[in-house]
């Protein structure tokens, strides 16, 4: 996997004078998310390289982390979404965003309650929705700013019997794309 994202993001680099007249950025992304039954919301960091095809539609790829905690603290949920996106611009700088994306996901117990339940790892997959903006601040460099809902429902319920709990979650993110 790591290999294909690294052939991926060179073709890309080699591509970018084809590519710079429409524009293309990398950068790093910063996020507050909240799952809807989590404890509490949590900062989630990460990466995002952004194409833009067209004055209407671009490609976004990015890579995040996050972590979240269920039942007072008995689950802990760290994902690390690799996630690939269009997007499509009504406007020059607004922008709407549906995608998915690859969630390699850790489950961790708290061992001194729950000494029978072991951690485990899972991938599964999740689709994304939501919109945002972006706004230049000068010829190489923009802003991004945009809110997702995500649609990723982890079976919790059948690992600690714990009912209706809902793992989807909304993100949103700030990000700086540094034109290539």
Not at 29 to 44: F, I, R, T, W
Not at 51 to 56: E, F, H, M, N, R
Not at 132 to 152: H, K, M, Q, W
Request: glycine residues 12%; hydrophobic residues 45%.
């Amino acid at each position: 996997m790591k290999v294909r994202m690294c052939v991926v993001l060179i073709i890309l680099l080699f591509s970018s004078g084809v590519l710079s007249a429409q524009g293309i950025g990398l950068g790093p992304v910063l996020g507050y998310q909240k799952a809807s039954d989590a404890d509490e919301g949590n900062l989630m960091l990460g990466a995002a390289l952004r194409v833009k095809l067209s004055p209407a539609m671009g490609i976004e790829g990015s890579i995040n982390y996050r972590q979240e905690k269920y039942a007072d603290g008995l689950l802990t949920v760290k994902s690390w979404p690799v996630m690939a996106s269009a997007l499509l611009y009504p406007l020059p700088n607004v922008y709407g965003v549906l995608g998915g994306g690859w969630y390699n996901t850790t489950f961790e117990f708290d061992n001194e309650q729950l000494p029978m339940l072991d951690s485990k790892t899972e991938q599964e997959f999740g689709w994304h929705l939501g919109g945002g903006v972006e706004l230049p601040f000068s010829a190489t460099a923009s802003i991004t700013g945009d809110i997702r809902y995500v649609f990723i429902d982890y079976d919790i319920e059948e690992m600690v019997g714990m009912d209706d709990v809902q793992s989807n979650f909304y993100v949103i993110t700030v990000g700086l794309l540094i034109g290539l």
